[in-house]
Structures are given as structure tokens and as C-alpha cells.
């Protein structure tokens, strides 16, 4: 039989195959680099198995010094299992919010830019008020879900509803100050149909793929939320004994059977329900769990009721927000995902004095440690808080930094895992930790700023120190026994003071000058970090308890 040839005649038709094959490989090769460099702007990953599963516990009212791991001298409350996620991971001993209340260091947590950028100038968001986040605003969970991640939140929101009230109705939901609320069938028939539908602005406008929780456990509507819906319709009100007995705040309409106590379990069940589900999937997830403790209500269940041994139903809500704590770590471990998975714990500001601090103090324990104040204040027990990062195979079990850092640096840390740059008009006050994370002993920010919930601002400069007002700011400043020295603003060096007791404004003019001068700069750049100038969402006037008194 005769062998038919293999080799090709090359004519100019059949050249022109490979030399097409050629081009459109180069092409896609350029394209996959162009693609790969510029993920981070269009939300692509290239790889989503190599990046970490990332859980961000955010505790409420939680002092520096009711963690044991910070205040080992002064603290009688057990938290073992907080305790064993700093001892696996690193604990930063000068980590700040951005407020000494809730919800501005939640604003600033999930969006890298400092709360008073934003209409949000002190206090914190109103009873049935507005979201507080810019719907065009970048967040945390917002970038993690550009780049493949499930997101979820669960537990307390307190950044803003659309809540839909028809005109005139407002006083149904929130009486005014002092006049009883009531539940009559008018009220009924606007709960009704208010919390009958959905509601606009929470968290899953805000990037997060599922929301539950409660919105504020002590402010109406006394029910859980998932999503954008409330579970069942609340139509009666809150007995107000138990408001009483609980130290909760504002009565309003619940459900029939609420019961304050059920929160906290019902929130860690389902983050633990979540993490299981999230890790069969195989795909990278973040779980945002800001707690409602200890915050009030003080809502204690039954196992941890005396369980402190200090007479105190803060004190065991401490110990039973812990416990939380070691639940959802222990469902990272059961479902295969600790070692694959960056933990973070904080609080998002200092212990509230209002519920029995001077007496924990009278029995051996100080919420604030060795630190001036409480929450509220610009001092540093209202800021300074307990923040931990735990990644196996990346964080040095048992590390300890020392370096000045701020909760504003979780968007531009978790960007940094990523390989995301940020564009410029987001995370304008957010520096990366990662090489922090990596055990870098240099600084990654120099500066920081928190304020009071007057409003007050309070601006480090490595370890210096000022508040630009004679008081602490806060709304229960008085609670740290120290009266004003009747100097218009305060300077400390936290090297060798950090109680804040030695008021050096007078005697350090330069200083005083040069922190002055910075603190213009940060206010008027809109940005705290490198990149273009960018512009406040309002009229800042930081100076006005400064200048006040000049």
C-alpha cells in the first residue's frame, strides 16, 4: 500500500493559521496581566484559594481592662477563651476606635475613613434614623465580595435604616421625651405596616450578602431582623419592668414572647450555623459579628449569673460574651477551617461607667486598666481597646506589638491580603497592618484620630497626645473623678504617662503647635492617607472646643 505523505505544502493560506494562533496568544497573554494587575479596581481575583476565610468579632462596650490577657494585675474577669485567641495570635496593646461610642466606630471599622467625615460629627445614630454609610461607599465586606467572598453580618447593626414611616406617624414609633407610650390600635395598625415590608439601607445594601440581628437590642423594634425583614411583626410593647430590671433604653413595639436573654445565643448559633454552611462550600468567606455585650440590656442567662464572683451583671456578661468567643472558634475547628481562616477581635470603644464601675473598682477589677476614662471619652479608656489578629502559618503565636494602630486599618489590611488597591476615594484613613501581621517592628502610621461623643477630637502623634478641649468629651467624663485644670486643651506624652495626668500644654508651646497644625491637615486633605485630596461629607469644626477658650 502506498504511504500517504504527512508533510504540509506551506502555501500562504495555510501559514496564515499559525501566525493567527500566535497573535491571539500574545493577545490573551497581555490581557490575563492587564486583567491580573488591575483586579483590585475591577473586583476580579485570580485566585481565591490562597487567601484567607476572615472573621471580625466586634464586642460592645468591652473595657481594655476586662480582657485578662491586657490587664493581668487589675482584672478578675475569666476570659479564657479571648485570653487563648491573643496567646495563638497577636495582641496589639495601643489599638484605637474611632469614637468612644457605638456607632461612629462602626462607621469608621467597616469603611477605613474616620467617622466625622461624615454627617455623623458626635452621638451616635438616632432611634429610627437613616443609614449612616453612603450607598456608593466602599466597605469591607463590599471589597471581599468584589473578590469572590461570601459576606455576612450578624448581630448588632446600629448604622441607620431606611425605615419608610409615612409622614406624621414618627410619633407612634418614638414618643416624645417623657410622654408614655401606648399600643393602641392606631399604633398597631403603623407597626403593622411599617415592619410588614421591607427595609432599605442595612446591611445587605451595604455589601454584605445576608444580614441577622438585631439592629440596637435595647431600642425598639424588639425582634430579629434577617435581611431586610423583620422575623414576625411586632405589635406589643416591651413590658417596662423589664426595661428596668435590664437597664435597657427606650420602649417601643416586640414581639409577644421577646425575651432580651435570647440574643446573644441566638447570635452565636447562627454565626456557627454559618461557618458550617460557608465551609462545605469551598469558597473564601467573611463574617462580620458585631456581639450586643456587654452592652446593655444586661441580659444575663442562666449559667452565667454570679458566675464572676463579683456581685456584678456586667461582670458576667463579660464572661458569657467570652464564651460566645470560644463557640464560634471552636466551629472554625470542627469544620476544617481554623488554620485557613484571619480572626480579628476588638471592641468598638471602652467599658460604659453607667453600669457599675466604681464598684467593680472597689472589688479589685478596673474596666480601663491602668487608662484615664471610660466610654465616651477622648481619654484613653474610651478608645483604646483590645484588638487581636489570629492567622496560623501568617501571625507569630503569642506575639505581642506595641505599635500605634486603629480600627480604620481593616479595610486597607484585608485590601493588602488581596492584592486590591484601594481607588482613592475609599479607606481615606485606612493603613495596612499586614506587614504588622508579618512581624515588621516598623510603624505603619505615625498619627491617629478619636474622638469623644461631644465630638471632642483627640490626635496622637507617636506618643504624643492631644485633646483639643479642657474635658474628656464624653458624655460621662465627670465618672473619672478629675476635674479640668482650666487649661483649653490637653497634652500628654503617653511614654511616661499613660494615665493622662500631667497636663503639659503650657509648657510645651511647640508641640502644641505642631499637633495643632497636623490635625488642620488631616481635616482639611479629607484623607489621613497618601493620595489625592478628597472632601468631607460636611463642614468639620473640630477646633470649636479649643477656640471656645482662647
Not at 75 to 88: F, Q, V
Not at 261 to 279: H, N, S
Not at 514 to 538: F, H, L, Y
Request: charge should be neutral; hydrophobic fraction near 35%; proline fraction near 7%.
Amino acid at each position: 500500500m502506498e504511504r500517504r505523505s504527512t508533510e504540509v505544502k506551506r502555501t500562504p493560506a495555510n501559514l496564515l493559521g499559525p501566525l493567527l494562533r500566535r497573535i491571539a496568544t500574545f493577545i490573551l497573554i497581555v490581557c490575563t496581566a492587564v486583567l491580573s494587575i488591575h483586579s483590585g479596581k475591577y473586583g476580579i481575583s485570580a485566585d481565591v484559594s490562597s487567601v484567607p476565610n476572615i472573621v471580625l468579632i466586634l464586642a460592645d462596650d468591652l473595657g481594655y481592662g476586662d480582657v485578662r490577657s491586657y490587664n493581668p494585675e487589675r482584672g478578675k474577669i475569666a476570659t479564657p477563651h479571648i485570653d487563648r485567641l491573643a496567646s495563638e495570635g497577636m495582641r496589639f496593646t495601643d489599638a484605637h476606635s474611632s469614637s468612644g461610642v457605638c456607632s461612629p466606630s462602626r462607621y469608621t471599622l467597616l469603611t477605613g475613613r474616620y467617622h466625622w467625615r461624615s454627617r455623623l460629627q458626635a452621638g451616635i445614630v438616632g432611634y429610627m434614623e437613616g443609614p449612616l454609610i453612603a450607598a456608593e461607599r466602599l466597605t469591607v465586606a463590599g471589597m471581599l465580595r468584589q473578590q469572590g467572598y461570601h459576606t455576612a453580618c450578624i448581630g448588632k447593626w446600629h448604622l441607620g435604616w431606611e425605615w419608610n414611616i409615612p409622614s406624621g406617624q414618627r410619633e407612634l414609633f418614638a414618643p416624645p421625651r417623657n410622654k408614655p407610650m401606648e399600643a393602641t390600635a392606631a399604633h398597631r395598625e403603623a407597626w403593622k405596616a411599617v415592619y410588614g415590608r421591607p427595609i432599605g439601607g442595612g446591611p445587605t445594601t451595604r455589601g454584605f450578602d445576608e444580614y441577622f440581628g438585631t439592629d440596637v437590642p435595647n431600642w425598639p423594634p424588639y425582634c430579629f431582623i434577617e435581611n431586610d425583614r423583620t422575623l414576625g411583626i411586632p405589635t406589643t410593647l416591651l413590658p417596662k419592668e423589664l426595661l428596668r430590671n435590664h437597664l435597657a433604653s427606650l420602649p417601643g413595639p416586640a414581639l409577644a414572647d421577646w425575651e432580651l436573654e435570647k440574643i446573644l445565643p441566638a447570635l452565636a448559633e447562627r454565626a456557627r450555623d454559618y461557618i458550617g454552611r460557608r465551609a462545605k462550600s469551598g469558597k473564601p468567606f467573611f463574617l462580620y459579628l458585631p456581639l450586643t455585650s456587654p452592652h446593655t440590656p444586661l441580659a444575663v442567662n442562666e449559667p452565667w449569673r454570679g458566675k464572676s464572683g463579683l456581685d456584678s451583671a456586667v461582670a458576667d456578661l463579660v464572661m458569657e460574651t467570652d464564651d460566645v468567643v470560644g463557640r464560634v472558634l471552636l466551629a472554625l475547628r470542627e469544620n476544617g477551617v481554623e488554620d485557613k481562616t484571619l480572626v480579628l477581635f476588638t471592641s468598638d470603644n471602652g467599658f460604659a461607667p453607667y453600669v457599675g464601675a466604681k464598684e467593680l473598682e472597689a472589688r479589685g477589677h478596673y474596666p480601663s486598666g491602668p487608662l484615664r476614662g471610660y466610654k465616651g471619652d477622648a481619654w484613653e479608656g474610651g478608645h483604646r481597646v483590645a484588638f487581636i489578629a489570629r492567622w496560623p502559618g501568617v501571625v507569630e503565636a503569642g506575639a505581642v506589638c506595641d505599635q500605634l494602630v486603629h480600627q480604620a486599618d481593616v479595610l486597607a489590611t484585608v485590601a493588602d491580603i488581596q492584592g486590591v488597591k484601594l481607588p482613592a476615594n475609599a479607606g481615606e484613613d485606612s493603613f495596612s497592618l499586614l506587614p504588622l501581621l508579618r512581624g515588621a517592628r516598623e510603624p505603619v502610621r505615625d498619627h491617629a484620630v478619636s474622638h469623644g461623643s461631644s465630638g471632642l477630637p483627640a490626635l496622637r502623634i507617636g506618643l504624643w497626645k492631644m485633646l483639643f478641649g479642657p474635658t474628656g468629651g464624653g458624655a460621662w467624663s465627670k465618672m473619672s473623678a478629675t476635674e479640668p485644670d482650666g487649661r483649653p486643651a490637653q497634652l500628654y506624652n503617653l511614654a511616661d504617662d499613660i494615665g493622662e495626668t500631667k497636663n503639659l500644654y503650657a509648657d510645651r508651646p511647640e508641640m502644641v503647635r505642631q499637633m495643632t497644625e497636623r490635625m488642620e491637615r488631616i481635616v482639611g486633605d479629607g484623607r489621613s492617607t497618601p493620595g489625592p485630596t478628597q472632601k468631607n461629607d460636611v463642614p468639620v469644626h473640630w477646633k470649636r472646643f479649643f477656640d471656645s477658650l482662647q
